[in-house]
């Protein structure tokens, strides 16, 4: 039976992604899970309830380290022989819990960004293994895993042509959810943008993650945001991103991201070729391939448990990195963190961003942060 930890256990990633699936996991005896956080073992979304990890813990299915109980501080100190660890905690500390746990577990999946501060990632640099037990996760990645395995196939058989253009779009018309401010506080940029990022290099390399040579290539163009007017967080809820990856040519990306925009939510992925494109509507997981006339080639969905495959495939050591949705090299992640960094820098308008009212359109956001730039 594997040994397991979830660092993190309270957050809303961890109530949405991990800790049913885990707990299952678990109650099967497939896996010895360990929870850590700190306080009493209550998730923010109730995913699962204090009353049923009480429970668990009580029957002893499932086991919970409080890192503010200094006899359970020890007890983390003390573990060891661990076979996968999963890394879920606010990204400030990503890079110090996985330092923890180097030379004790065979594999950790740390959650993007590799961590909030660029120089935390020279807490693991240092150590020759990293790169073999250390690896970047994204869930939007994971989704995409499967369009992003026949991506490489149609792009070989030259369904649209030459890779021209790239477009990723995440936009949602809602306000930020009170339980949400905190995991958002940083903004769009460190927050979403890592999204956008490995779903976009994943298209023109070879596996089906972002690969890092090419990150290395990233040229950031423009980037501009704003943010709506009541915001809760103290990042930037809007982020326009245009950059180039040179591929066989350039390839021209642009990653629209917001919330509070618009009044309908839009997850979309547009790849534009010389003799068509192909159009992913991320929510339903369909796709669309035209040709270069709009008249529609194909269609279909690759829709599949992608926090399941994910999570299964991270605890198969048969399994390459390669193969696990949404898993990319250490080295890749690092180079996403690079490319954040100079984001944030490249930031217009400098000083306070714009402000714009809830449910405005992209059109109106984009005039308005004009404006500012050019009053």
Same mark, same amino acid.
């Given at each position: 039976?594997?040994?397991?930890?979830?660092? =993190?256990?309270?957050?809303?990633?961890a109530?949405?992604?991990?800790?049913? #699936?885990?707990?299952? /996991?678990?109650?099967?005896?497939?896996?010895?899970?360990?929870?850590?956080? !700190?306080?009493?073992?209550?998730?923010?979304?109730?995913?699962?309830?204090?009353?049923?990890?009480?429970?668990?813990?009580?029957?002893?299915?499932?086991?919970?380290?409080?890192?503010?109980?200094?006899?359970?501080?020890?007890?983390?100190?003390?573990?060891?022989?661990?076979?996968?660890?999963? +890394?879920?905690?606010?990204?400030?500390?990503?890079?110090?819990?996985?330092?923890d746990?180097?030379?004790?577990?065979?594999?950790?999946?740390?959650?993007?960004?590799?961590d909030?501060?660029?120089?935390?990632?020279?807490?693991?640099?240092?150590?020759?293994?990293?790169?073999?037990?250390?690896?970047? !996760?994204?869930?939007?990645?994971?989704?995409?895993?499967? /369009?992003? +395995?026949?991506?490489?196939?149609w792009?070989?058989?030259?369904?649209?042509?030459?890779?021209?253009? #790239?477009?990723?779009?995440?936009?949602?018309? *809602?306000?930020?959810?009170?339980?949400?401010?905190?995991?958002?506080?940083?903004?769009?940029?460190?927050?979403f943008?890592?999204?956008?990022?490995?779903?976009?290099?994943?298209?023109?390399?070879?596996?089906?993650?972002?690969?890092?040579?090419?990150?290395?290539? +990233?040229?950031?163009?423009?980037?501009?945001?704003a943010?709506?007017?009541?915001?809760?967080?103290? =990042?930037?809820?809007?982020?326009?991103i245009n950059?180039? %990856?040179?591929?066989?040519?350039?390839?021209?990306?642009?990653a629209?991201?917001?919330?509070?925009?618009?009044?309908?939510?839009?997850?979309?992925?547009?790849?534009?070729?010389?003799? *068509?494109?192909? /159009?992913?509507? #991320?929510?339903?997981?369909? !796709?669309? %391939?035209?040709?270069?006339? =709009?008249?529609?080639?194909?269609?279909?969905?690759?829709?599949?448990?992608?926090?399941?495959?994910?999570?299964?495939?991270?605890?198969? /050591?048969?399994?390459?990195?390669?193969? %696990?949705?949404?898993?990319?090299?250490?080295?890749?992640?690092?180079?996403?963190?690079?490319?954040?960094?100079?984001?944030?820098?490249?930031?217009?308008?400098?000083?306070?961003?714009?402000?714009?009212?809830?449910?405005?359109?992209?059109?109106?956001?984009?005039?308005? #942060?004009?404006?500012? %730039?050019?009053?």
């Amino acid at each position: 039976m594997k040994k397991v930890v979830l660092l =993190g256990f309270k957050g809303d990633g961890a109530g949405r992604f991990y800790n049913e #699936i885990l707990i299952d /996991f678990a109650k099967r005896k497939k896996i010895d899970l360990i929870f850590v956080d !700190y306080g009493l073992p209550e998730n923010v979304l109730g995913k699962p309830s204090l009353q049923e990890m009480e429970k668990l813990i009580k029957e002893r299915k499932v086991s919970y380290l409080d890192l503010g109980n200094p006899a359970d501080l020890e007890s983390y100190k003390m573990l060891s022989d661990i076979d996968v660890v999963f +890394v879920v905690t606010p990204d400030i500390a990503h890079c110090q819990v996985a330092k923890d746990f180097l030379e004790k577990a065979k594999r950790i999946f740390v959650e993007k960004p590799l961590d909030a501060i660029l120089r935390n990632v020279r807490l693991l640099e240092e150590f020759p293994q990293t790169e073999k037990v250390v690896f970047g !996760y994204d869930h939007y990645l994971a989704k995409f895993y499967p /369009f992003e +395995v026949k991506t490489d196939e149609w792009l070989k058989e030259g369904i649209i042509g030459e890779l021209k253009k #790239i477009e990723f779009r995440l936009l949602e018309p *809602g306000k930020i959810p009170s339980h949400r401010v905190k995991a958002l506080d940083r903004g769009m940029i460190y927050d979403f943008f890592p999204h956008g990022l490995a779903v976009i290099l994943a298209i023109p390399s070879t596996s089906a993650f972002p690969n890092p040579a090419l990150l290395r290539r +990233v040229r950031l163009l423009k980037v501009l945001v704003a943010r709506y007017f009541g915001s809760k967080i103290s =990042g930037v809820t809007f982020v326009k991103i245009n950059f180039e %990856i040179p591929y066989k040519g350039n390839i021209f990306c642009e990653a629209i991201i917001g919330k509070g925009v618009g009044k309908e939510l839009e997850k979309t992925l547009r790849v534009v070729g010389s003799e *068509g494109e192909i /159009f992913v509507n #991320i929510q339903n997981f369909s !796709y669309a %391939i035209f040709d270069k006339n =709009g008249k529609k080639k194909k269609e279909g969905k690759l829709l599949y448990d992608y926090k399941k495959e994910f999570l299964s495939a991270a605890l198969d /050591f048969k399994k390459r990195f390669s193969q %696990i949705p949404g898993v990319f090299p250490f080295e890749a992640a690092k180079e996403i963190l690079y490319i954040l960094d100079e984001t944030r820098w490249r930031s217009e308008p400098q000083g306070k961003p714009p402000v714009y009212k809830l449910g405005a359109s992209l059109s109106e956001i984009e005039k308005i #942060i004009q404006t500012k %730039i050019n009053p």
